[in-house]
């Protein structure tokens, strides 16, 4: 898999020339498994973290956490469908929840009421009424089919 260097904060294609780099293993692994989320499903960047621990290091200490999982994001995010890896509290990605919610929302992803950054001046662009991602009915363990509980 190749991605593109051109990527912002949040992972998301800049306006430059994308110039295909090779990918640290790692980070082909993490963009892997960001691939595989179907479209209105998600997983949390610990959830990506895990899913490679135990698909490549059962017994082993894990090769990258939740961190690292969000770092392989914002650097490369942009080569994959980033909106479906997203924060355990179901929060959109500040600075790009309006890219993200139009994602969701052609997807059909689950969503709740106002977010708690909302609530707190974070959803100002849409005059505070930025919604988060169910989670419950939302994330996805990587097993049984695409279809939204």
Do not use: C, N
Not at 86 to 101: H, I, K, M, Q, T
């Amino acid at each position: 898999m190749k991605g593109t260097g051109d990527t912002d904060s949040a992972g998301t294609a800049g306006d430059g020339p994308a110039a295909a780099v090779e990918l640290p293993d790692y980070a082909e692994r993490v963009l892997g498994v960001a691939e595989l989320i179907p479209p209105g499903r998600v997983m949390t960047y610990g959830d990506v973290a895990e899913w490679l621990k135990d698909e490549e290091h059962p017994q082993g200490p894990a090769p990258g956490g939740p961190r690292q999982v969000g770092r392989v994001m914002a650097l490369y995010g942009g080569a994959v469908p980033w909106w479906r890896v997203v924060r355990a509290d179901g929060v959109l990605l500040p600075g790009s929840e309006l890219r993200a919610l139009a994602h969701y929302r052609d997807e059909g992803t689950p969503l709740r009421g106002a977010s708690a950054a909302s609530m707190r001046g974070g959803g100002r662009a849409t005059g505070g009424h930025i919604p988060r991602i169910d989670m419950r009915r939302a994330r996805w363990d990587g097993g049984g089919g695409p279809d939204v509980p």
